[in-house]
């Protein structure tokens, strides 16, 4: 696919992959700003002017000097861009001389929620996320590759000036064999670290030019963090099992699938509202609804909302429907499915029909005549005789099946004589009634 075209999904290809910002005119080794995503299989240096990166990545593995075999996830930033949900992978070089740089420098911009796990090697500058941060804002992020280098070398951050880094970690073994080195940032130059941690055991480093250092066990608690005032909340970071190191929520915690509140047995009308329980954090839901229970034939679907309820129209009387729901967080991470539940459309004296033991009413000829009854008043909303129906529905058929509703038993006018059967039939009354007053209006 040339860079030219844009286009939103990730797909498999054989051949060098970067995801970069794009478009306005592109050239090899530069994009330009806004922030549609194209995916480019050349091998450039990308570098992003005034651009949003989102979860983004590139195939590249890089040596000095050199673009190596295809391997995962190195990006390069530069200049003002706003960088989130990077993920950076195994053997990712930060530092590459001035010709490939994966993620070497951020000259104001910022990155967030984003982390590394790779290898970093090089001369000077070198970070295990970030090799030089420049009047830059990095937080949220962490690092865990070891990294290797002569001068200015940091388990996240070699070289941090006029820049902010705050609630970030680094836990990689960190190594170099000139001057300012250490476990989280190598050098800071008028810069600010704040909340932020290294790993003292696994770095190797006991100094660092920012942040405090901690035992691993204690960076495998959640209250080292929040202490800090981490977000686990909203959430940013989650730690779903101990003892581990915090993660950034979208990236390993599973999104749990949302839960379909239960439909009835039968629905009235052609349209449906389905709803369902919300999952805490930034989510949208996709809703689907089937003429099968298998969902092969989906006749209508959401698309993606953020509400947690869904009305479905067009409907047709008499025919059985299937519904579930997923959900996807911010990053783009989606749920399983939900719970299937299914109900019946239809008319109200075909659900009356339907869902009325005939055991349960004073005589079996009752059944009969409550239904002709409401046969009579569909027909009077059928000519648009609301005032007439609305006087049938209140006045002689709610009034045959309400006690329980009023009194908590059935009472003498009532022509159902249980509770558990009045409890299926007067909601549909009262429903109807509603939609006639709806009407009317």
């Given at each position: 696919m040339p860079c030219g075209v844009p286009c939103y999904r990730a797909v498999s290809h054989t051949y060098t992959r970067i995801i970069?910002?794009?478009?306005?005119?592109?050239?090899?080794?530069?994009?330009?700003?806004?922030?549609?995503?194209?995916?480019?299989?050349?091998?450039?240096?990308?570098?992003?002017?005034?651009?949003t990166c989102t979860i983004c990545h590139s195939d590249y593995i890089a040596r000095e000097n050199a673009v190596s075999k295809i391997q995962r996830r190195v990006f390069t930033a530069y200049t003002a861009a706003t960088i989130i949900r990077i993920v950076t992978g195994k053997n990712a070089i930060c530092h590459i001389s001035r010709t490939i740089k994966a993620i070497h420098t951020t000259t104001h911009g910022t990155i967030d929620n984003s982390y590394a796990t790779g290898s970093a090697s090089g001369d000077n500058y070198i970070g295990g996320l970030v090799g030089g941060n420049k009047s830059g804002i990095i937080f949220n992020c962490y690092s865990?590759?070891?990294?290797?280098?002569?001068?200015?070398?940091?388990?996240?951050?070699?070289?941090?000036?006029?820049s902010t880094v705050s609630k970030c970690y680094s836990t990689g073994n960190v190594s170099g064999t000139g001057w300012e080195i250490g476990g989280l940032v190598g050098e800071n130059y008028k810069g600010t670290v704040s909340a932020s941690f290294w790993d003292i055991e696994t770095s190797g480093c006991t100094t660092s030019a920012g942040g405090t250092g901690l035992l691993t066990d204690q960076m495998q608690m959640q209250i080292t963090f929040t202490d800090a005032g981490w977000d686990f909340n909203t959430p940013i970071w989650k730690m779903c099992e101990f003892p581990v190191y915090p993660k950034l929520w979208w990236q390993l915690c599973p999104l749990p699938a949302p839960v379909l509140q239960p439909e009835p047995e039968v629905t009235?009308?052609?349209?449906?509202?389905?709803?369902?329980?919300?999952?805490?954090?930034?989510?949208?839901?996709?809703?689907?609804?089937?003429?099968?229970a298998n969902f092969a034939s989906i006749v209508y679907n959401s698309d993606w909302i953020p509400e947690t309820s869904c009305e479905f129209s067009g409907l047709e009387l008499?025919?059985?429907?299937?519904y579930s729901v997923k959900a996807r967080n911010a990053a783009g991470t989606e749920s399983g499915w939900s719970n299937v539940e299914f109900?019946?459309?239809?008319?109200l004296s075909d659900a009356v029909d339907i869902v009325l033991n005939k055991e349960c009413v004073k005589n079996e000829n009752l059944k009969n005549v409550l239904l002709n009854k409401i046969y009579e008043a569909l027909?009077?909303?059928?000519?648009?005789?609301?005032?007439?129906?609305?006087?049938?529905?209140?006045n002689d058929i709610l009034q045959k099946t309400n006690g329980c509703a009023q009194t908590g038993v059935p009472d003498k006018n009532d022509w159902i004589i249980t509770c558990e059967e009045q409890g299926k039939v007067y909601p549909l009354v009262i429903e109807t009634i509603e939609h006639v007053k709806g009407l009317m209006e």
């Open positions: 970069i910002i794009y478009p306005a005119s592109l050239a090899v080794g530069s994009v330009s700003t806004k922030d549609t995503i194209c995916y480019c299989h050349r091998r450039v240096t990308v570098v992003v002017h005034t651009g865990t590759g070891n990294v290797i280098g002569a001068n200015d070398v940091g388990g996240l951050v070699g070289y941090n000036s006029r009235l009308g052609t349209s449906n509202t389905i709803s369902w329980d919300p999952i805490a954090g930034d989510i949208e839901y996709y809703a689907e609804c089937a003429e099968d008499g025919k059985r429907y299937w109900s019946l459309q239809c008319s027909e009077m909303i059928d000519e648009v005789l609301y005032k007439d129906a609305l006087n049938k529905l209140q």
